[in-house]
């Protein structure tokens, strides 16, 4: 990736070498006076100037994430080379370590709340489908650092004899689709289930949403929460369900009913009642097969 990926030249002086706009395209999105403004709220912005001020760590960390195969060192000269000839800190790893643990999450986690959230218009066709903001949910985990600090919190998996691999940290997202902006995330140890961490996402969803989701998704408590919430869902449900035909609809569809494992709940005439759609692809690869997917009704 090129040096100044992250950076635009500006006619930057050493007086103002950390101005607004001067630290690249980053701040053309998020506006300086916001990270200012959050730093307030924090309490963290810095009563000294330092050569690492904490409006440029928030920059800095979030670089990082976008270029996570790069050292600290690299991030900064990304950061920092449509500065040209302008003379600037050139801190080692461990600096920027260390103003990275100053500046500490709290900053981060307010701008995120801050910024996240759904974007799209009415006028974006590709965010909406029969007037409702199509938004999507899914999982995943990333590997985190083999350190003692670490696997405190994230615990590595643990076969007979040892434990193995690195810790892994579970993140559940809800995303806008056709804008892909972030509506929030949740993450935490990947020994909770992903459902438990989707359940925390469901107080961004109302009835102006149709969610959209993946076969683990069809559980019967994952669905009546989300049926609480207004919010329509269309989700893909696991080949291994086999709903029994309560109403068969005019285009092929049929209505049916998801009831809950447990025996109590289903003698209390707990359900959830959806629409099912059953689709066929035809592919020359012997990993595709038939897919059904469900609708919230």
Not at 28 to 44: K, M, R
């Amino acid at each position: 990736m090129p040096q100044n990926s992250v950076s635009v030249r500006s006619g930057a002086t050493a007086l103002d070498v950390y101005a607004p706009g001067h630290l690249g395209e980053l701040t053309e999105i998020i506006d300086p006076e916001l990270v200012d403004a959050v730093l307030e709220d924090t309490g963290v912005r810095q009563q000294r100037l330092r050569l690492l001020p904490a409006r440029v760590v928030v920059y800095f960390v979030l670089a990082l994430a976008f270029f996570e195969r790069s050292s600290y060192q690299a991030v900064w000269a990304k950061l920092t080379a449509g500065l040209g000839s302008v003379p600037v800190a050139h801190p080692c790893a461990s600096s920027l370590a260390r103003a990275r643990r100053r500046l500490g999450s709290g900053p981060l986690r307010h701008l995120f709340s801050i910024l996240a959230g759904p974007v799209a218009d009415h006028r974006q066709s590709c965010a909406f489908y029969q007037g409702l903001r199509l938004v999507a949910v899914d999982g995943t985990t990333l590997s985190a650092p083999d350190e003692e600090t670490v696997t405190r919190h994230f615990r590595k998996h643990i076969g007979r004899v040892r434990a193995f691999g690195y810790p892994l940290v579970r993140m559940v997202a809800l995303v806008e689709c056709g804008t892909r902006a972030l509506v929030d995330a949740v993450f935490g140890p990947d020994d909770v289930g992903e459902l438990a961490y989707a359940r925390r996402l469901l107080g961004h969803l109302d009835a102006s949403m149709l969610l959209l989701a993946d076969a683990y998704y069809d559980a019967f408590d994952f669905l009546q929460a989300m049926q609480g919430t207004g919010a329509r869902f269309v989700l893909r449900s696991t080949r291994k369900r086999r709903p029994t035909v309560r109403r068969p609809l005019p285009d092929g569809s049929y209505l049916t009913a998801v009831l809950p494992r447990r025996y109590r709940a289903r003698a209390n005439g707990q359900r959830v009642q959806v629409r099912v759609v059953e689709a066929w692809l035809t592919s020359s690869s012997p990993t595709v097969r038939g897919a059904r997917s469900c609708g919230g009704c």
